[in-house]
T-cell receptor, first 114, second 115 residues
């Protein structure tokens, strides 16, 4: 079974631009979560989707948004990029949003904002 | 609110020696606990989890973890460390009763296994 895939793997943007990141979950997985990883703040939860519905959102400004499609693929968007948005963005999938299910992570998208 | 603490930023251990990576947690209900490992430029890999039952949980690559409810701890252990175990280790928790599916991670512990 193929793992979680994320595209692109690397991105370089400038302040004020917007960016869209894509995540394809493991086949059969219907829950997708997004995390931001930085050296200073560690791993921070962005949001979780199940059946095209956002079920939970972390403490991030409204510039960060996401969606999930009917095939469980997910995208996240960051508008009006700031230098502090430079991070590794990780997508994770699980069979369902049941709390006891482990999540499987993709390799991440490394975003650099100049 | 749920939280996780990994009190050591870095752990150094000699190859062949036992290793322990510490984790303590705080939740209002019963915890679901997870350990993940991250190698450089890679995503996180699931190692093991505690949901209920036996306090000693066995996982991938010879790792195990012991759940201690009274000390609210979930330390990761391995009897004999390998150089290839050198990586960043994350402990994570979910509150089983909160109705939230958010995983809260610790800051991570860098494990270095010295040949």
């Amino acid at each position: 079974k193929a793992g979680v895939t994320q595209t692109p793997r690397y991105l370089i943007k400038t302040r004020g631009q917007q960016v869209t990141l894509s995540c394809s979950p493991i086949s059969g997985h219907r829950s997708v979560s997004w995390y931001q990883q930085t050296p200073g703040q560690g791993l921070q939860f962005l949001f979780e989707y199940f059946s095209e519905t956002q079920r939970n959102k972390g403490n991030f400004p409204g510039r960060f948004s996401g969606r999930q499609f009917s095939n469980s693929r997910s995208e996240m968007n960051v508008s009006t990029l700031e230098l502090g948005d430079s991070a590794l963005y990780l997508c994770a999938s699980s069979l369902s949003p049941d709390s006891y299910n482990e999540q499987f992570f993709g390799p991440g998208t490394r975003l650099t904002v100049l | 609110a749920q939280s996780v603490a990994q009190p050591e930023d870095q752990v150094n251990v000699a190859e062949g020696n036992p290793l322990t990576v510490k984790c303590t947690y705080s939740v209002s209900g019963n915890p679901y606990l997870f350990w993940y490992v991250q190698y450089p430029n890679r995503g996180l890999q699931f190692l093991l989890k505690y949901i209920t039952g036996d306090n000693l949980v066995k996982g991938s690559y010879g790792f195990e973890a012991e759940f201690n409810k009274s000390q609210t701890s979930f330390h990761l252990k391995k009897p004999s460390a390998l150089v290839s175990d050198s990586a960043l280790y994350f402990c994570a928790v979910r509150d089983s009763g909160a109705g939230s599916y958010q995983l809260t991670f610790g800051k991570g512990t860098k494990l270095s296994v010295i040949p």
